[in-house]
């Protein structure tokens, strides 16, 4: 994952890492709407990679799905943005083919019912679209079983595929995150087995 204007810092990356999956994925999304004003917009996402845009809408489709569900999501206004775009494509591409799958299922639906569902609505009117469209039910459960699963295969694909802007030498910044990533416990050492000599003041790490 090339972040091209998007700044990570390593110590939050292992700060997070060393608190669990959402939010090592945090500190990403974080990033990369702070580089996009926290809007994201045709303009804004012509300044991102694929990944990028990719990772925030995973960002949204967790929040939204397992907050009020796809019919929730469709009735705030993002059904075109999953259903129109190549989603399903990209996270398939990502290795997760159960989820561009369901994604799949969910646009069939999508297409029958968004234009209603999208529709304004009273607080009552928008409850009542839950027992109305109950068909998207089942998918709203497949979504919730597997959602631990599918951030973790999240987290891992971000893990695999960060790189650096050209011109930078991640030496051993990101084994030393990785390390922390995957660690299975962490602990304190109070002696110095490593001494770093900064040489190079535009290091990567200055940032």
């Not at 990403?28 to 917009?41: K, P, R, V």
């Not at 051993?172 to 990785?178: K, L, S």
Request: charged residues 25%; hydrophobic residues 45%; contains cysteine.
């Amino acid at each position: 994952m090339i972040m091209g204007k998007v700044i990570v810092k390593d110590s939050d990356l292992i700060k997070a890492a060393n608190v669990g999956t959402d939010e090592f994925l945090q500190v990403f999304i974080n990033s990369i709407n702070d580089a996009i004003g926290g809007e994201l917009t045709s303009e804004s996402m012509s300044t991102l990679n694929s990944d990028q845009i990719t990772l925030l809408a995973w960002n949204i489709l967790h929040e939204e799905v397992m907050d009020g569900g796809f019919v929730q999501l469709i009735h705030n206004g993002y059904g075109p943005f999953f259903f129109k775009n190549p989603f399903a494509k990209a996270i398939k591409l990502w290795g997760m083919r159960d989820l561009s799958k369901l994604v799949y299922n969910v646009h069939s639906l999508y297409v029958k019912y968004g234009s209603e569902i999208e529709k304004d609505c009273t607080d009552d009117e928008f409850m009542a679209l839950f027992e109305k469209y109950s068909e998207f039910d089942d998918m709203d459960d497949a979504f919730v079983e597997n959602e631990e699963q599918w951030t973790d295969m999240i987290a891992e694909y971000v893990d695999n595929n960060i790189s650096f802007p050209a011109g930078y030498g991640m030496g051993e910044d990101m084994t030393m995150m990785m390390l922390f990533a995957n660690a299975r416990k962490v602990a304190y050492v109070p002696r110095a087995f490593y001494h770093y000599v900064k040489l190079n003041t535009g290091a990567f790490s200055q940032t």
